[in-house]
């Protein structure tokens, strides 16, 4: 065994971190299919800390991921497969997370990491509040164990905040969230911020105090807006800052009492958003679209296999239909009412679907049939959930009227029916930039009720040299124009921008050389970022 070879050489650095290891147990492993070690982890669910056939072949893949040439955080060691294939690449620093001793103790006593560890190529933080001489400097490649995500993920960005926070120009506390949090992050720490990206989930008045008086931030960010964080913020004096990206429900555009406007800076990606949050008392409300991702950009190989004259990538919303069909069983709604709904939605569909004023129907809209079977359901969610529905039909009929025009798809089961034009899901890194590049236009067809914003989607394409079609909206014209876009009116349109692209070679690669330098000198996540520190600079 090599345990007190590493130890040895651990000590030399960490002498405390040594006699804790020396008192924990090993992790129970277990042998893979390969005959390698692994393990299972109990808490706080079950889960398998590595492949249960092939642990080392599963991190070359994830090596496969990583640049090498440069250092590499590793959050969760695991039994230290990935650290050990990292090593013997080279990698000129590698920085591991592991709060599980017990981990970190099997992982020494099964990888000889004396050499690295004795020459601090491999520094391991355990502590919550590590010291700085093992977080700095902290690499910016970060990789996180799979298996381990969801433990340590807010300790690895405790860490990143501990390190960064000593001579930033100020703290900033931001709530996570799927989209933006993290481009905003990163974009906040190349100017001199100090990030803190917390949980809002179980999020109490006590437990937000703490957080407050940990960081000490300048103020609090949320991707949408939250009258309950705006509440929590503005009573200590914190402005509160949003940015609302989602659709929300009116009862999330309103004010709790004791909040302070004056310290509440919200923007939204929808006029109507804006309009609400003003109705409702926020004097301190602009109007800002989405934007392009950091990550975007032309792509200039491996584009044969994209190439079409048209594609498609996004969800066919059949879940919407199916989450609709859902709620009327749960709602005890009889066997003969799904049917009639089905012919419901196609009529209201064909009656006014593709008109582009329609933004969906209304709780007062819902059928009789429908009331009079469930009286007692929440109208607002039914009409909602229909809206979905809608939208379904509406995406599906766009992209059938395409069929013939070799529209390639990408996205989930739900077109499947379109055989062989159905190309699976992309992947939202390098192959949804490869495919937004290499198409011949890029086909945007909203939701319904969401005919009033501009999707990231379009900022995307054009951030990646693509052309973008896209339904005809005052959304477009007030950020776009004709050499930036093309658009579409109804179906016959349609088929002829497609066409038109088809017959003039030039003109696709006119239009996307225009976006691309429009977006880029006003609609990246840069731009926006600057408009959300101006406000709060001023406040």
Known sequence: MCLERNLAALATHQASLVERLRS???TSITAAVTGEPTATLEVPHERRLHSAFAPGLEAQAQLDTLDVTRPVWLVGLG????????????????????PNLSILKTALALFDFEASLAAGRLR?????RADHAVLTPLPTQRFIHPALADVYEDRARRARFEARREGARGTVLMMHGKLFVADLAELLEAQGWAVRIAKPAG???????ALLEETKPRFLFTVNFSPELAFLATRRGLTYLSWTIDPLPPSRLQLLPGTDPERCVAFAHRHAIVHALRAAGLTR????????SPSRRPAEQGLERYRCAVSFVGSSLVVEERSLMKRLEALGAPTDLWPRVVTWLDERFDARGRDLSFEGIGPEDLPDFVRSALPEADAVELADRANGALSHRLRMRRVELLDDLKIDVYGDDGWEPLGARYRGRAHHGEELTTIYTASGANLDVPRIYQRD???MRVFDVMRCRGVVLAEASPALKELFDDAHLLTYTDDASLRAQVLRLRDDPTLGASIGEAARRHVEAHHTMTHRLATLLQAVESS
Do not use: K, N, Q, W
């Open 79 to 98: 039994l230290g497969y990935l650290a050990d294939a990292l090593l013997e690449r080279d990698v000129p620093g590698l920085l591991v997370t592991e």
């Open 203 to 209: 999020l109490d008045v006590a437990r937000f105090d």
């Open 453 to 455: 914003i501009v999707t």
């Open 124 to 128: 391991v933080c355990h502590d919550e």
């Open 24 to 26: 924990v147990p090993f």
């Open 285 to 292: 409300c602009a109007f800002m679209p989405l934007a392009a």
